[in-house]
């Protein structure tokens, strides 16, 4: 499958709850976000949108993001591309409100790395996603072969991730653009190269809520710096199980993940050192 676009997959009033959800977790009303930049009482909800790119792991502080993880007609669709056992291990709120940079070509395979060729995401469309807003590109057949390609520096002010991948036999006029409605699902696997251009509107957002899914039949071997576990026994236990069963469950789970902005020009997934206060609140 190179991608499946699945048209009013949430209803008006779902993405309107998500909407009003993601201000209030910019504005800090949920709970603790690291690295949430402040602003000021006057100002009003654009402009405190304006100010976050990404906030990794929202459904941490959120309920109603976290009961997207297991959106009816994401479990039925993760159920028919993955099955029969699902396990959630990331989440992602983009904001991008004009002006704001896209991300390169890459892979998420490279940065989540599963390597069972299980990994797929759920990207979930809270704004009407154009070519001109920054709607998500993709390289239809790049996941084919199961190959991940390797990662770059670059210096295009384009995009906020510092990596992008190179050396694959595509060329841009492969590539095709996902222009969809709000409350649309695009599904593809997570060795689909993909990218998105800056949002060149004067107003507006083009907010997306991403989530990352595979086989909880097999290990996440997505290792921490300070993890000197060899990766082959690795197994990144901060999961959410989605549908069927945790075949690992007698490993327990684990807190690791917490929620956090990304700096721009910062793309990627890190571990940022986690502050005294969200451990604490996170034990």
């Not at 709607?135 to 670059?154: A, T």
């Not at 906020?160 to 699902?185: M, W």
Request: charged share 25%; glycine share 6%; net charge negative.
């Amino acid at each position: 499958m190179d991608f499946l676009v699945i048209e009013d997959a949430l209803s008006f009033n779902e993405v309107g709850q998500l909407r009003q959800e993601a201000i209030q977790i910019c504005r800090g009303d949920r709970g603790q976000v690291a690295d949430l930049p402040s602003f000021l009482p006057e100002e009003s909800r654009d402009e405190i949108l304006q100010r976050t790119l990404c906030v990794h792991f929202p459904y941490k502080i959120s309920q109603i993001m976290f009961e997207v993880l297991a959106h009816p007609v994401i479990v039925d669709n993760m159920m028919k591309i993955i099955r029969p056992n699902v396990k959630c291990m990331q989440q992602m709120l983009f904001i991008k409100s004009a002006g704001k940079p896209g991300q390169v070509w890459h892979q998420d395979e490279s940065f989540v790395p599963t390597r069972d060729r299980s990994l797929n995401v759920a990207w979930i469309a809270l704004d009407n996603a154009t070519v001109e807003n920054g709607c998500l590109w993709v390289m239809p057949g790049s996941h084919q072969r199961g190959i991940i390609y390797p990662n770059r520096q670059h210096s295009d002010q384009r995009f906020d991730r510092v990596e992008e991948a190179y050396q694959y036999p595509f060329t841009e006029e492969d590539a095709i653009p996902l222009e969809v409605k709000a409350g649309s699902i695009i599904f593809f696997n997570g060795y689909t190269l993909h990218r998105s251009l800056p949002n060149q509107t004067s107003h507006g957002h083009r907010r997306a809520l991403v989530n990352h899914y595979m086989s909880a039949e097999f290990l996440l071997p997505w290792r921490r710096p300070e993890n000197l576990m060899p990766v082959a026994r690795c197994d990144h236990r901060d999961i959410v199980m989605i549908a069927g069963e945790d075949l690992y469950a007698y490993k327990g789970t684990e807190e690791i993940s917490f929620s956090h902005i990304r700096p721009e020009s910062e793309g990627g997934c890190r571990w940022p050192t986690k502050p005294e206060t969200v451990m604490e609140n996170n034990s």
